[in-house]
């Protein structure tokens, strides 16, 4: 099985990284295909690239992962202890 690489469009915030997930390349046209519509179509992401996971398509929308935008998050709910 083969597959392919999608990076973000925009480094993620939280880490300064580009990320990036992989597809089965079965999805390759698929996905080329969806984000033409979603990019410069502006059709919803969900319906342009429906086989995405929700946190792939957050890196594409926003280039944070999934686990960055907990770690964002889970910062300011614990890190403060008592102050
Ligand atoms: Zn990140």
Same mark, same amino acid.
């Given at each position: 099985m083969s597959i392919f690489t999608v990076c973000a469009e925009n480094a993620c915030v939280a880490c300064g990284e580009v990320h990036r997930f992989e597809l089965d390349s079965g999805y390759a046209l698929a996905f080329q295909q969806g984000f033409i519509l979603w990019?410069?179509?502006?059709?919803l992401i969900q319906d342009a @690239?429906?086989? @995405?996971t929700a946190g792939q398509r957050e890196i594409l929308m926003t280039g944070v992962s999934e686990e960055c935008w907990d770690a964002l998050f889970a910062d300011e709910d614990e890190d403060l202890g008592d102050e």
């Open positions: 990019h410069d179509r502006g059709v @690239l429906p086989f @995405l």
